[in-house]
């Protein structure tokens, strides 16, 4: 089918952007940034946006920075960056390892990292690990700057706290240390399907021992999340298999699966268990 | 609502300027109101890639972005991969290995492969597979397409 009509806004800075959102959208006015959910959607006429605001012609939101040791993600940064070695170190590597189970290539060259942040797919990778780093939205507005972190960004199924005339301008992340251990593993029906469940760990050692473990599981509930039950049988543990099976276990009666035509939660309960299992015994 | 934009394309190196509704998709406007009927629209959600091109060099679905977002940009379709009357080496390649049968999606699959090894001639067959499962072939089974694809990342390597 072909997207119902809409007005179309192109603004070419940051402040005229965040105007016509504050105008437009109480207007049932939506942002444009990849497009490759919003634009699907729209040809399903699931949604018919009155007014689309294009913020691909701003240049100042197309960069990765890294400062103190903070990444900062612009609003119009592809999936595809992050395959290149745009970011440095471990953080680099493990956005790698995520960004390969998004969509398709031809996708990746289009959707954004932020843009998927906005959306809030229960499935969305890029939610998952805004939730186990801990990142931080940065939503703009003419009110300023908010900024939001990841554990009470995602309110449920694509629900956020995003107000209607709030426009992400950036997320942030924070640089892993670089002797942290990474392993994220996810599991779809097809190839570059939306996951069923995901899960992704980062943990350190001292003197052989996990430390500072983060445990989040994507795709089984209604958004990503760390699960602390998890986390707190890996502290302090050998990393090998009895603390990684406990940890597996745990996290699997931990969650409130979400239940579909083809997944029921008892199903997804045991995917998480197992995922979890392989995220842990692959993670480097 | 129904206002209609001027814009200006450059496909295949030929200027095009048009006038467009914003809701128009890209691929649309290419096939309407450009005339290059070669680029396919299979699925138009962006999940069977029949209408895959370059976008200033990378492979993208060109039915989900909207003609007006690609003002002043440079694309590519499957017309522009002759050269006069020799085929691309990838057009070559799907003819020899049997990579098409009823053809429909074979142009998406061109554009998907260019698109990919002009940037990155060295893929692995890891690599391969994975770029070219982004789009739905039903004839062939993907093994011919595989083995074109291969072959042609040989050839274009090799000096023109």
Redesign the interface.
């Known amino acids: ?8 806004y ?1 603004p070419t800075s940051l402040d005229e952007a965040v105007a016509l959102l504050a105008e437009l959208g109480p207007q049932d006015g939506r942002i ?1 940034a990849g ?2 959910s919003l ?2 959607t729209m ?2 006429r699931m949604a018919r946006p009155a007014h ?1 605001i ?1 913020i ?1 012609g701003i240049a100042e939101l197309a960069t990765v920075t890294v400062k103190d040791n903070v990444l900062a993600i612009g609003a119009c940064v592809r999936h ?1 960056a992050f395959e290149a070695s745009t970011v440095p170190g471990v953080t680099g590597a493990l956005l790698r390892k995520v960004v ?1 189970n998004i969509a ?4 990746r ?2 959707g954004t990292f932020c843009g998927s942040v906005a959306n809030a797919d229960p499935a969305s990778e890029w939610c998952c690990v805004m939730a186990a780093l801990d990142g931080v939205v940065l939503a703009r507005s003419q009110r300023g700057i908010r900024r939001i972190a990841a554990a009470d960004f995602f309110q449920g199924v694509m629900a956020t706290v995003l107000g209607e005339d709030e426009l992400i301008v950036a997320a942030e992340l924070p640089l892993l240390l670089e002797d942290t251990v990474t392993g994220f593993v996810e599991f779809s029906r097809r ?2 399907d939306f996951a069923i469940a995901m899960a992704l760990v980062t943990y350190r050692l001292e003197s052989g021992s996990i430390i500072e473990p983060r445990v989040a599981i994507g795709g089984a509930e209604t958004h990503p999340r760390r699960l602390p039950e998890a986390e707190a049988l890996l502290s302090g543990k050998m990393p090998e298999g009895g603390a990684f099976s406990a940890a597996a276990k745990t996290a699997a009666l931990a969650i409130d699966p979400m239940e579909d035509i083809n997944n029921t939660a008892g199903y997804r309960r045991k995917l998480v268990q197992t995922l979890l299992q392989r995220a842990l015994e692959t993670a480097a | 609502m129904n206002a209609r934009r001027e814009i200006n394309l450059t496909i295949n190196g030929t200027h095009y300027a048009v006038t467009v509704e914003a809701r128009r998709t890209l691929v649309d406007v290419i096939r309407d109101d450009c005339g290059l009927t070669g680029t396919h629209i299979g699925c138009e959600h962006g999940v069977c890639g029949a209408c895959t091109i370059l976008l200033d060099g990378e492979p993208m679905r060109s039915c989900l972005m909207f003609a007006v977002q690609a003002h002043g940009r440079s694309l590519r379709t499957v017309e522009g991969l002759q050269r006069g009357e020799r085929l691309h080496p990838m057009q070559e390649a799907f003819m020899r290995h049997h990579g098409l049968q009823c053809g429909f999606c074979t142009p998406g699959f061109l554009m998907l492969a260019v698109g990919v090894l002009e940037k990155r001639p060295d893929l692995t067959d890891e690599e391969l597979i994975e770029i070219l499962s982004s789009n739905l072939c039903r004839c062939t089974g993907y093994e011919n397409i595989i083995k074109a694809v291969r072959a042609a990342a040989v050839n274009m390597k090799a000096p023109a």
């Open positions: 089918m072909k997207p119902a009509s809409f007005k179309y192109a444009l497009g490759q634009v699907p040809a399903f689309l294009d691909n595809a390969q398709h290539y031809p996708i060259t289009r190839k570059g």
